[in-house]
Every structure is written in C-alpha cells, then in structure tokens.
C-alpha cells in the first residue's frame, strides 16, 4: 500500500472530532521536521496549529487544511467503524476520509517527495495546519494567520485541501469564495388578547412588508466570478404557543452570501433603510462570518490547472461557489488561494469515503503544483 494511503488512514483512525486533534498534527510534524522542515507549533486555547517551513526565500507557497472533524452522527447508520478506516472496492472510508485527511496525507506525501528530489529548490513551501476549522473556527487558522502577520511572514501562495471536486478528480477548483454576514432581527409589537386586535400591536403583521422587501431586493448582479448576492432566511420564531394571544414580538434571522459587487457594510445598511422606513421598533446584531476572496487565473491557478490536466488530463472549471473555508482568512494576507481536493460527494455524511486512485493522483497533482510554482 502506497505512501499516502498508509498516512490517511493512519490520521483517519484518530478520532478528531473538532476542536480536537488527536495526535494528528504531531504524526504531521514528526514527518515534516523528518525532511528537513522548522516547525512552530501554535496553539490557542484548546485548538492545536502549526506552522512549518522548507527554504527561507521568496516565493513562499503554502498548503493549508485541518486535523479536525465533524461528528459521525447516528453511528449505526455506519456501514464501518468511522475510526477504523476501511477498504471497499476501491474506496477508503472513514470520518475525514474525504474531508480532509486524505488531502493532508496527499499534500504530506507531494511535499516529501518534493524536497528530497528538490532539497535546495527555490523559494519556501509552508505548510498551514489547524484543528479548528470544522467548528467555531475562532482560534485556528485566523489567530495563526495573526501570527504570521505579527512576524511579517509573507505567503504569496496558499492551497487549501478542502474537497472542491464534483465528478472526477480536478474537475473544479474554487478560486474564491462568496462572504457571509448574518443578522437577528427583533421586531418589537405588544401582546395582547387575539379577540381584541385594537389594543395589541401584532409584530407578525408589522414585519411582513419589511421581510418581503427584503426576499425581493435585487442586491447585485454578481459578475464574471460570482453570482449575485443572495438573501435567505434560516428562522423565524414567533408566538407563545397557545391560538388566542397575539405576540409581543418575532425573531427572524437571515444570511447574506455576496459577492465583491458590494460589501457587508453596503449591505447593513440598506437593510436598516428598508426596517427605518417602515417605521418599525426592533433590536438587530449582526454576525459576520467571512469577507469574498478571489484568485484570478494567474501564476497559481495555472499552476494547478496545468497539474490536473497533466495527471488527470482533466480541463479544470474555476468556481467561487459554496460555504466558507478557511481560505477566507488566508487571503486576508494578499494571499492567492485555491482549494483543491478530492470529490465532496459524501463530505459530512455517514459513510464518508474517498476514491483511493484520487489520493494517489492528488498526490502527484500537488507535487506537479510544487514544480510549476518552485522549479
């Protein structure tokens, strides 16, 4: 069995449901300092980071992922042991097989080979690790990029390991992604007896204009990279329980993806001029989670296009669509960043599993993206 097969399924039986780790990052890093790599472990709080470095010039490339990952859910449902990662007809399964330990061991495995054929190549490779990326993500990949900013460390190049493909290996790689801004909206009205609407004020009724002005609000029109902002409520609660009382108020919260046609604030306060003009009393927090990032094609994302083309001979579509990554945070650093991945067919799903060829052949494509960036 291969070199990165036996690395995934030896981080796949450590059970590092997030923010734990398990020892992943230590195997991780017992290898890298193994090749010549300085490592600097980082932890915050309870969550445990590393950064490590090959080389000490310019460019610095960097790959990026997380030990960490979500729950296996109703276990039973579980056709093997989820920390007892298993080979069936070709496909290794396994919490984190697809997301991401698979991509760690492909990128490990890339890096190791690399510097041992390379071992005085040009520039840096960085390697960006994290166990809290599934979870908060309020002391993993954002506090070590604070770290690096502090001590003026520059990276000019980062792929995230995150599953971006669809049908076959390669076949999409995000080169950006949307930002995501939440709101908890209060509308305020006054309880009162459902038979005497007069001497109530129904909130239900007052917020009804408002959160249709809000579903049809063309935000923008997206471009070439992204679609166009969208809105979508995720709750609306409302009521005591019982058919003869009108509520004295309703909670709604919201979600905003938008594109980098406009921005968070833009997007705050139209809002309050569509609650203002209704002349409403309400309470509103924002939460927001993530600003848009994009890579356009340049040295990087040809980098990675030429690679899968080269292994896969697959031609690669570019998309910024999706969740958020902890790319979000990377690019902060006027970072280029891809993700680049396995197939997310079955990511967070009871019988997560990967396709054991794609491991290998991620592994040959992130050691080509090593070459086209630092031969």
Known sequence: MSETIELAKALISRASVTPEDKGCQSMMIERLERVGFTVHSLPFGEVENFWATHGSSGPVFAFAGHTDVVPVGIESQWHTDPFEPTIIDGMLYGRGAADMKGSLASMLVAAEHFVTENPNHKGTIGFLITSDEEG??????????????????KVDYCLVGEPSSTSTLGDVIKNGRRGSLNAFLTIKGKQGHIAYPKLANNPIHL?????????????????????????????????????????GEIEVVFNFRYSTETTHEQIKSRVLEILDERHLDYDIEWQHSGFPFLTPRGALVNACVDAIRGVNGVETELSTSGGTSDGRFISQMDTQVVELGPLNATIHQVNECVSVDDLENLTLVYHQVLKNILV
């Open 136 to 153: 908060p993500a309020k002391n993993g990949t954002v506090k070590v990029v604070e770290h690096l900013q502090k001590n003026n460390q």
């Open 207 to 247: 917020a009804v204009p408002a959160l249709n002005t809000l579903c049809n609000e063309a935000w923008d029109n997206g471009n070439e990279y992204f679609p166009a902002t969208s809105f979508q409520f995720s709750n609306i609660r409302s009521g005591t329980g019982v058919t003869n009382v009108i509520p």
